[in-house]
């Protein structure tokens, strides 16, 4: 591909792949989308990017040992709320205390010193053993390592936990989201995950733009 054909659109730098609603239609004007072919209209970026990574199934379980890991999901509240409370809240055993304990652990623990309990028994203690998750490690960013050395230098009141950086769960959401959306848009476009490209879309020009930064 020859770099001379290009047509960029200077200024409209995009933070995901994602092109703008912008780029592809105004605020209120129906459009086909790209993705889902089908019309559409959104009143501001932000639903166009709802519906877009909903399209995508953007949102995956990143629990590499698990059964799920395929298990996909249209919107970041579904699949978070998944992610904390199938693998990442720690719970304590309501009959010893002992813990906190991950929910492999916690099982491990219930089968092999409470086995006087059937099934129902582990679930309901399981379920209310489970501790309410308020921080998680930034080093947990199953998409990077350089996240936690970032929070540590911008010293925006990050909660040290010994050397670990913790971060609200909410801000841990929206990053590890935010890796998942850049994702699957590359994966759409058929880019290896690695790429780092901006990518631009104008409407004579439908094909995506893409610029090595
Ligand atoms: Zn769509
Ligand atoms: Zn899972
Ligand atoms: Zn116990
Ligand atoms: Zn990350």
């Known amino acids: ?119 129902d028994g582990f679930m309901m203690l399981e379920e209310g053993g489970r501790n309410v998750t308020k921080t998680l490690s930034a080093g947990d960013c199953p998409f990077c390592s350089s996240w936690e050395g970032q929070v540590r230098r911008a010293g925006t009141t990050p909660i040290l936990v010994n050397v670990t950086v913790m971060v609200d769960v909410e801000q841990f959401k929206n990053h590890v989201a935010a890796h998942q959306e850049e994702l699957a848009v590359l994966a759409l476009l058929g880019l290896p995950s690695r790429t780092k490209l901006s990518i631009w879309v104008s409407q004579e020009d439908p094909s995506p733009q893409l610029l090595p930064t």
């Not at 933070?15 to 019309?39: E, H, N, R, V």
């Not at 699949?79 to 099982?107: D, I, Q, T």
């Open 1 to 119: 591909m020859g770099q001379s054909g290009r047509r960029v659109r200077k200024g409209v730098a995009l933070s995901s792949a994602l092109p703008s609603l912008w780029d592809l239609a105004l605020p209120g004007q129906p459009f086909k989308c790209p993705i889902c072919l089908t019309m559409q209209r959104f009143p501001n970026d932000r639903s166009w990017r709802s519906h877009a990574f909903d399209d995508l199934k953007a949102y995956r379980c990143t629990n590499p040992d698990t059964g799920c890991r395929e298990r996909l999901f249209g919107q970041p509240d579904a699949w978070f709320k998944h992610e904390l409370k199938e693998h990442r809240a720690l719970s304590h055993c309501l009959l010893c205390g002992l813990g906190p304990l991950s929910r492999p652990a916690l099982h491990q623990h219930l089968s092999t010193s409470h086995h006087e309990f059937n099934s």
